[in-house]
């Protein structure tokens, strides 16, 4: 992975987690531990990432692809790639 990747998988991790927690209505990420997570989340677009980090929505899907399983969890669906959940940061690899 070259450092201009490495850079962009860190901005799409981060916007996709402020997203994300922003996007839950029915409980705050930050304040309930991840254990007690509902699986019914509400998921992120990679649209939404773009707009957010000014990236181009092939590099934000691409950075989704290497952090899915590490921080974020995919799901693809009519050619839209979404954060369905965030990974918890103490979850071992």
Same mark, same amino acid.
């Given at each position: 992975?070259?450092?201009?990747?490495?850079?962009?998988?860190?901005?799409?991790? *981060?916007?996709?987690?402020?997203?994300?927690?922003?996007?839950?209505?029915?409980?705050? #990420?930050? *304040?309930?531990?991840?254990?007690?997570?509902?699986?019914?989340?509400? #998921?992120?677009?990679? /649209?939404?990432?773009? /707009?957010?980090?000014?990236? *181009?929505?092939?590099?934000?899907?691409?950075?989704?692809?290497?952090?899915?399983?590490?921080?974020?969890?995919?799901?693809? *669906?009519?050619?839209?790639?979404? /954060?369905?959940?965030?990974? #918890?940061?103490?979850? #071992?690899?």
């Amino acid at each position: 992975m070259t450092s201009d990747q490495s850079t962009t998988d860190d901005i799409v991790a *981060e916007s996709a987690l402020q997203l994300w927690s922003a996007a839950q209505t029915d409980f705050d #990420p930050f *304040e309930v531990d991840s254990s007690d997570w509902p699986d019914t989340a509400v #998921p992120v677009r990679d /649209v939404d990432i773009a /707009v957010d980090t000014r990236l *181009e929505v092939d590099d934000v899907r691409a950075a989704l692809g290497r952090l899915d399983g590490v921080k974020v969890v995919v799901g693809r *669906e009519a050619g839209t790639v979404s /954060v369905l959940r965030v990974v #918890p940061a103490d979850t #071992p690899l």
